[in-house]
């Protein structure tokens, strides 16, 4: 039985420009390493590490995550072995983002990228996208999933620290489309050379930190990403499924008040009233009872005014108590005919709901006022008890709508934050 592959061990040597020792870490699949004291670009497969290119950085970056970091990822052993930073212009601000690479001697490479707080597990596709129009905008799909084209912008490679395996220097320049799914992106980068796909996922930063054991905390995120997963994902739908549910619990329940509320009628006349006249227009009704529990009172008025209005002011007053519950009703009814046709506003009649009266014995006094100038008018008044209020049932409907709709706002300013970003922003640009 032969004996487990061992990985290949870490190779040191020193750098030709300032001597200060350097580790491979890649063995064989490194093609090119950066000096961490010089910057000088080496070309790993030379025996003597030719200087490829000498890199004078405006800023040296150090990276969140040093290199040499292993942690465990996704279950299985990666070391941090290469870190870069790239920038996009958007309307002449530069937009910077990190990339760090990560090496396991038998999985490969992958990445991981940050950009204001948000990370990003990024690892190269084999399988190559299909890109189409849909709806006008440009959408690619692979593995099953579809995704929407966000921005495309000629990224520039401005720092480098570690080793890559592949020839990598400073000033490089790949033409870079992202297509969102959120929490996945879709990117590809197109150099004169070749066109790389790859895939990565929205991963929060406590992951990383715990994973590869990192000291503190992770930066703060700051916005919202591209491809960041929106908190109101499903509770949209859930809380207006809810809602739904509430409201035609709301509807049932007042659908029993309308059948076990009697609507009885108690009292009913009708009157004549003339604006100017001498008798004092206030009047009382004769006593009526109201019978059983405490319950809603309508008073109902319907006139035969036109083109003209009314205003009655009225008390219901208990006649054992001589508590008097005051309130007042407008009619006003105004119709025509212009060049837009037939109009109305208004009606001839109206009702008030008073709330909450005890049972007992009552009457209503009643004092109309009309303009002076009008003529005679005729009017009838009706009186039920246990009325249902249809005013509640309304107002409970709109509270239990608030609740949903703040969450869909909420969800629309997050997803109109992410695509204000975008090349799709109303603005007609953004950052990265």
């Known amino acids: 039985m032969s004996a487990p592959a061992q990985p290949p061990q870490v190779k040191a040597l020193n750098c030709p420009n300032c001597a200060a020792p350097l580790t491979i870490r890649g063995f064989e699949h490194t093609l090119t390493v950066v000096c961490p004291n010089c910057l000088s670009v080496l070309d790993a497969k030379d025996p003597n590490f030719a200087i490829l290119e000498k890199f004078q950085a405006k800023q040296r970056v150090e990276p969140l995550i040093p290199l040499g970091t292993r942690g465990k990822w996704r279950g299985d052993p990666w070391e941090v072995i290469g870190f870069q930073v790239r920038t996009i212009m958007a309307d002449g601000v530069p937009y910077s983002w990190s990339e760090y690479l990560l090496f396991n001697p038998f999985k490969g490479f992958r990445y991981l990228t940050e950009y204001q707080g948000h990370w990003n597990d990024v690892t190269v596709l084999r399988t190559l996208p299909e890109v189409a129009m849909s709806s006008g905008n440009r959408i690619a799909r692979v593995l099953g999933q579809t995704f929407r084209h966000f921005q495309t912008a000629e990224a520039e490679t401005t720092f480098v620290l570690g080793e890559f395996p592949w020839r990598v220097h400073a000033g490089e320049r790949a033409r870079v489309m992202d297509f969102v799914a959120p929490p996945r992106m879709l990117s590809s980068e197109q150099t004169e050379s070749e066109t790389v796909w790859s895939l990565g996922e929205y991963t929060a930063g406590a992951r990383i930190w715990e994973a590869f054991q990192l000291p503190g905390k992770p930066p703060r995120p700051v916005g919202v990403f591209e491809n960041q997963p929106s908190?109101?994902?499903?509770?949209?739908?859930?809380?207006?499924?809810?809602?739904?549910?509430?409201?035609?619990?709301?509807?049932?329940?007042?659908?029993?008040?309308?059948?076990?509320?009697?609507?009885?009628?108690?009292?009913?006349?009708?009157?004549?009233?003339?604006?100017?006249?001498?008798?004092?227009?206030?009047?009382?009704?004769?006593?009526?009872?109201?019978?059983?529990?405490?319950?809603?009172?309508?008073?109902?008025?319907?006139?035969?005014?036109?083109?003209?209005?009314?205003?009655?002011?009225?008390?219901?007053?208990?006649?054992?108590?001589?508590?008097?519950?005051?309130?007042?009703?407008?009619?006003?009814?105004?119709?025509?005919?212009?060049?837009?046709?037939?109009?109305?506003?208004?009606g001839p009649h109206t009702t008030a709901l008073v709330p909450s009266v005890p049972p007992g014995r009552y009457y209503l006094r009643v004092e109309p006022e009309r303009d002076p100038a009008a003529s005679g008018m005729r009017y009838g008044i009706v009186i039920r008890r246990d009325v249902p209020s249809m005013m509640f049932l309304w107002i409970a409907a709109l509270l239990l709508v608030i609740p949903p709709a703040f969450v869909t706002f909420r969800a629309m300013g997050f997803e109109t934050t992410r695509w204000r970003e975008s090349d799709y922003a109303p603005s007609g640009g953004g950052g990265d």
């Open 231 to 346: 908190p109101y994902t499903g509770s949209v739908k859930q809380i207006w499924l809810l809602c739904l549910f509430l409201l035609l619990s709301l509807l049932s329940v007042s659908q029993l008040f309308l059948i076990f509320d009697r609507q009885e009628k108690v009292f009913e006349h009708s009157y004549d009233f003339k604006p100017g006249a001498t008798q004092e227009a206030s009047f009382v009704t004769p006593e009526f009872d109201l019978k059983g529990r405490t319950s809603t009172v309508e008073v109902e008025i319907s006139t035969d005014i036109a083109n003209n209005w009314a205003y009655f002011n009225l008390a219901l007053i208990n006649t054992e108590t001589g508590q008097a519950l005051d309130f007042g009703r407008e009619v006003s009814y105004y119709y025509g005919r212009d060049s837009d046709g037939s109009w109305s506003e208004g």
